[in-house]
C-alpha cells in the first residue's frame, strides 16, 4: 500500500500474496535473462551481416602466391561486373584473423598462410563463386574462391531462430505471470469478501475496490520486480565480466550497451504494468459477477 493513501483492505493480514513477490522476481530474473540473450544474438547477427554478407575472398595458396601473381588477380578481379571494391589483404592482418582460431603461437611460428584479396559486391549483384574461380584459374591455378553467403545464410537462419526461441520463452514467462497474478487476486477477493460486501452496501463503486487491488499488485510486483532485476544485472555483469577474456571467432559479445540495459528495464516494468492490469482486470470482472 502507498503511504498516505488510505486502505480499507486490512491486505497486511492476507497470507494469500506472500509469494507473489517471489513469483514475480523469479519471472522478471528468467525474462531479463531471455530478453538479454535475445539481444546479444541480434547484435551478433547483425555484426556478422554487416561484416561479412556482400563480401566474397579470393584465396591463393602459398605455394603460388607472389606479388606479381596476387596483383594479376587483382586487376582481373577489379573489371569483374558487380565487383564494387577489390582490396589485397596485407600478410600481417590475414595472419591475425588466424589467432583467434589457433592462437598466437602457432600463427607466428611460420605457418603457411595463403594470399588474401577482399572483394565488396555491388549491392543486389550476384557473382557464381564457381564461374569466378575458374577464369582466376587461368591466371593462378589452385585459386579459391569463397562466397560468405553460403555459410552465412544458414548460420544467420539459425541465430534468428534462436533469438525467436528467446522471445517465445519471454512471452511464456510473461504469460505465467499473468496467471500468477489472477490466482493471486482471487483469493484475496475470497478472503476479503465480507469486507467487500460491506463496501458495496456503503456505496463504493467496483473501480474504488479494483484500484485498491491495483495498488496492491503494484506494490507486490515492485519488490518482485526490483529484487529480480538486480539478480540478472549480477547475472550478466558477471558473464559479461567473463566473457571479456575470451578471444573466440565469431563468438557474441557477451556485454550490452548502454541502450541495451535501459531496454532491459522494460522487462520489470512490464512486470509491474502487468500485475497491475491484471489485478484490476480480475477483480472488475469477479465483481461484475457478483450480485
Do not use: C
Amino acid at each position: 500500500m502507498i503511504r498516505g493513501r488510505r486502505s480499507d483492505l486490512p491486505f497486511e493480514r492476507d497470507q494469500s500474496t506472500r509469494f507473489l513477490p517471489w513469483i514475480v522476481a523469479l519471472m522478471v530474473f528468467l525474462g531479463v535473462l531471455m530478453f538479454a540473450a535475445a539481444l546479444v544474438v541480434s547484435n551478433a547477427v547483425n555484426a556478422w551481416d554487416n561484416t561479412l554478407t556482400g563480401r566474397m575472398t579470393v584465396q591463393i595458396p602459398q605455394h603460388a602466391a607472389s606479388d606479381e601473381s596476387t596483383q594479376s588477380l587483382a586487376a582481373i578481379l577489379e573489371k569483374t561486373p558487380g565487383v564494387a571494391a577489390v582490396r589485397i589483404v596485407p600478410d600481417a592482418e590475414a595472419r591475425a584473423l588466424l589467432i583467434p582460431w589457433l592462437g598466437e603461437g602457432v600463427v607466428t611460428a611460420g605457418l603457411p598462410v595463403p594470399d588474401l584479396i577482399d572483394l565488396e559486391i555491388t549491392p543486389g549483384a550476384r557473382i557464381d563463386p564457381i564461374l569466378l574461380r575458374a577464369r582466376l584459374a587461368e591466371t593462378v591455378p589452385d585459386v579459391t574462391v569463397d562466397d560468405h553467403r553460403a555459410w552465412l545464410s544458414a548460420l544467420i537462419t539459425l541465430a534468428r531462430t534462436a533469438e525467436m526461441l528467446a522471445f517465445a520463452i519471454l512471452a511464456l514467462i510473461a504469460s505465467a505471470a499473468v496467471i500468477a497474478v489472477i490466482f493471486t487476486t482471487r483469493s484475496g477477493l475470497a478472503v476479503h469478501s465480507a469486507i467487500i460486501e460491506l463496501l458495496h452496501q456503503m456505496g463504493a463503486p467496483d473501480t474504488y475496490i479494483a484500484s485498491q487491488f491495483q495498488l496492491q499488485a503494484l506494490m507486490l510486483a515492485l519488490r518482485g520486480g526490483v529484487a529480480g532485476g538486480i539478480s540478472a544485472a549480477i547475472v550478466l555483469l558477471s558473464f559479461g565480466w567473463i566473457g571479456r577474456g575470451i578471444d573466440a571467432a565469431f563468438l557474441p559479445d557477451l556485454s550490452l550497451s548502454p541502450l541495451g540495459w535501459l531496454v532491459l528495464l522494460l522487462v520489470p516494468a512490464g512486470a509491474v504494468a502487468i500485475a497491475m492490469l491484471t489485478a484490476r482486470m480480475t477483480v472488475l470482472r469477479a465483481l461484475a459477477r457478483m450480485p
